[in-house]
């Protein structure tokens, strides 16, 4: 268990922890479906909700050592890291050029 934060996501402050990504239902009612992206910004077959992690304090996960799996598998640097600074860092060069400095790819 990594008790260290991964120096990309210290400069970040949690843009994947500041927001949940849902999948939309493939065949699901087109209400269900504008319901939701209504609640949040439409990303292919996905919509991202504005719900922070009630964890997340001032860029930081307050409960690091007992974080979820799901949040110690993700991958610092992967497709959905990226697609989380995108979305949620309007000034998004610093992050992924620090990202890409570190040739960060550990979990969080
Ligand atoms: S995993 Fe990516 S999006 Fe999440 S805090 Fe780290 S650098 Fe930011
Ligand atoms: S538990 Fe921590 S690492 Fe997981 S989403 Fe919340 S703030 Fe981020």
Same mark, same amino acid.
């Given at each position: 268990?990594?008790?260290? *934060?991964?120096?990309?996501?210290?400069?970040?402050?949690?843009? $994947?922890? =500041?927001?949940?990504? *849902? =999948?939309?239902?493939?065949?699901?009612?087109?209400?269900? @479906?504008?319901?939701?992206?209504? /609640?949040?910004?439409?990303?292919?077959?996905? @919509? /991202?909700?504005? @719900?922070? $992690?009630?964890?997340?304090? %001032?860029?930081?996960?307050? +409960?690091?050592? *007992? /974080?979820?799996?799901?949040?110690? %598998?993700?991958?610092?640097?992967?497709?959905?890291? +990226?697609?989380?600074?995108?979305?949620? /860092?309007?000034?998004?060069?610093?992050?992924?050029?620090?990202?890409?400095?570190?040739?960060?790819?550990?979990?969080?």
């Amino acid at each position: 268990m990594s008790a260290k *934060m991964n120096p990309a996501c210290k400069a970040c402050g949690g843009a $994947c922890c =500041s927001s949940l990504v *849902m =999948s939309l239902p493939v065949d699901g009612p087109a209400d269900l @479906v504008q319901w939701l992206t209504l /609640r949040g910004k439409r990303e292919a077959n996905s @919509v /991202r909700l504005n @719900v922070p $992690c009630s964890a997340l304090e %001032d860029g930081k996960c307050s +409960i690091h050592l *007992m /974080r979820p799996q799901n949040c110690r %598998d993700y991958k610092v640097g992967g497709p959905q890291c +990226i697609a989380a600074i995108n979305a949620l /860092r309007p000034n998004n060069a610093p992050y992924l050029k620090r990202l890409a400095r570190e040739h960060q790819t550990g979990a969080t």
